[in-house]
């Protein structure tokens, strides 16, 4: 791990300002999803454990800079608050006199939860001020919103300007080693599955996996691109006449370098989403008049091959119209296979988390992933705003 740990920080009295990707989703004023809470508690505890006084922030939804109570962190206290079995209590705001009264009288193992930073339009701006004043409420900075890495924002990336030492937090590194296991030599061969609509949001990565994968296992809306650069009739299925060029040259570089493209070879059709159920066609014989909404079961068996020869899985992307019943049995099946084979595997985004729930496989998975945005961008590559903020480890 290239970079500091909490763990390697002094944390006796000191007040750490805990970055964290509290962003779940809510019904009826509380929580319906805590994944994303019950992933940072053991950051909270360990720091709490070691004395010190924790300053909790986040953002949460979309309020676009303005105090929208609609958006307001109170549920997310009430849940977390259950989660640590101690009082989370929470601060008018995340800036301002009264904050800053709150943040100093939190002592050694206690907590304070900030309200919504995007309540604020300085914290999506990055803002300078803004962060120095976030920073003013803490000795120390931890980050552990790893989902929320590739957002260039003042609590992420500007606020390491203002306090250092700057550390990845337990699930931060957890996810930087796990992801990192992808791309630095992993076990062959290495089998990346993508799934999903479109090709366009998904060139970048197919982009940079290609360069290391031994084969691409493509599913989903965007099969249907690469199929139709291959020639195939695809009736009315996801076409992306524009990537067309795209999928060919992708096709081709990976025949050059000798990576297996493994597309699918039969569908389930329908004449659309909502048709109550669908029809298994050999993928030569999509009618005119209908779509592909799903991969049909000779492809999950051929996938599955692949699959369980792997050494390394990576899955982003559903295989077909998952969120339909008729449509969701090649992302299941899929699922199946990802969790029976005996890789290393790394799943993440929130269908594919959803579908591995669904399929009542998650504990068999290697890896699930916290980050849909941050997961496709450092498999893509890029650096990542709030990874390369932090502070580099001692050698
Ligand atoms: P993405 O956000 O690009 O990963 O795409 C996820 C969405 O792709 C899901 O909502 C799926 O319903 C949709 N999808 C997957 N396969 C297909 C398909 N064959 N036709 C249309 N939509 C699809």
Redesign the pocket.
Known sequence: MPKLTIEQLDLRDKRVFLRADLNAPLEGGAVSDDTRLTAVVPTIRLALDRGAAVVLASHLGRPKGTRDPKFSLKPVAERMASLLGRPVPLAPDCVGPDTVTLAKGVTGGQLLLLENLRFHPEEEANDDGFARELAALADCYVNDAFAAAHRAHASIEAITHHLQPAAAGLLMRSELVALGRILEAPQRPLVAIL????VS??VALVEHLLERVNALVI??????TFLHALGHGVGR??LEADRVETARRVLESARRRGVQVVLPID?VVAAG?DAPSGRTVGIRDIPGDQ?????GPRTVERFDGVITTAGTVVW?????????AP?AAG?LGVARAVAAAPAFSVIG????VAAVNQAGVAERIGYISTAGGAFLEFLEGRTLPGVEALTEAPR
Do not use: C, Q, R, W
């Open positions: 799934g999903g609509a479109k949001d998904k599913g989903g809306g965007m099969a249907f299925s996801l569908a989403l779509m592909g909404l799903d991969i982003n992307g559903p295989m077909g119209v998952f969120e339909k449509f992302t985004g929130g269908d594919t």
